[in-house]
């Protein structure tokens, strides 16, 4: 048998990591990225707190990938309105509401 081999195109990787670091192969990148280069995201406060909330790592059932990306996207509005303000109250506000959100997935999907 074959062994299958993956041709690593550089520029679709660096536009959909990290999620092409898990996923080697994908074809686009996430619709959350909107366009964004790597710089911008790397750059922005909040995509450690929404992958910290939603790590890539590890097996999900494929039912969970797409209500996880969507929560990714969900949460990344959340904490962009959290860090505007930069108030404490906003801060807790921003907890309280990944800890709701992530609790509307269903137990296998967590």
């Not at 041709?7 to 192969?25: H, K, M, Q, T, V």
Request: contains cysteine; proline residues 9%.
């Amino acid at each position: 048998m074959a062994a299958t081999r993956w041709i690593l195109a550089p520029e679709r990787y660096a536009a959909a990591f990290p999620d092409s670091y898990f996923a080697p192969g994908l074809d686009a990148p996430p619709s959350a990225f909107a366009g964004r280069d790597l710089g911008a995201r790397v750059a922005d406060p909040c995509t450690p707190v929404v992958y910290a909330a939603l790590p890539l790592d590890g097996e999900r059932v494929w039912q969970c990938v797409g209500l996880r990306a969507t929560l990714r996207r969900r949460l990344e509005h959340v904490c962009t309105d959290a860090m505007q303000n930069g108030s404490p109250a906003d801060a807790r506000k921003l907890v309280a509401s990944i800890r709701d959100e992530l609790q509307k997935l269903p137990a296998m999907c967590r």
